[in-house]
Nanobody
Framework: QVLLVESGGGLVQVGGSLRLSCVAS????????MGWFRRSPGKVREFVAA????????NLADSVKGRFDISRDNAKNTVYLQMNSLKPEDTAIYYC???????????????????WGQGTQVTVSS
């Protein structure tokens, strides 16, 4: 069983930045690809970013390319989501997730992920 705990959410103005963190415990972190997803009010959950087990491969949704970046520190069992140039449409609950998957893969479908955090709220005000 892997426990994921997100932090770093909050209220930020348009154009601002936030860095989300997700700390994992209970498993071998480097065996999991990690992803970030978000859910806005009235919308379905959507993929934001994913990173492979080693951190060598990343995948970002088109809506956040050029503004967000995903990274991980396997020594700290932590994955990060750096969010810059935030827009009101980025307002959502952000979830991190872990996928026990072969090396090099960066899954984008939520259904493939094995473990999920409780989420952290990000609100971008205009």
């Amino acid at each position: 069983q892997v426990l994921l705990v997100e932090s770093g959410g909050g209220l930020v103005q348009v154009g601002g930045s936030l860095r989300l963190s997700c700390v994992a415990s209970g498993g071998i972190f480097s065996r999991y690809a990690m992803g970030w997803f978000r859910r806005s009010p009235g919308k379905v959950r959507e993929f934001v970013a994913a990173i492979s087990r080693s951190g060598g491969t990343t995948n970002l949704a088109d809506s956040v390319k050029g503004r967000f970046d995903i990274s991980r520190d396997n020594a700290k069992n932590t994955v990060y989501l750096q969010m810059n140039s935030l827009k009101p449409e980025d307002t959502a609950i952000y979830y991190c997730a872990a996928d026990l998957t072969p090396p090099g893969q960066v899954p984008t479908k939520g259904s493939t992920y094995n473990y999920w955090g409780q989420g952290t709220q990000v609100t971008v005000s205009s």
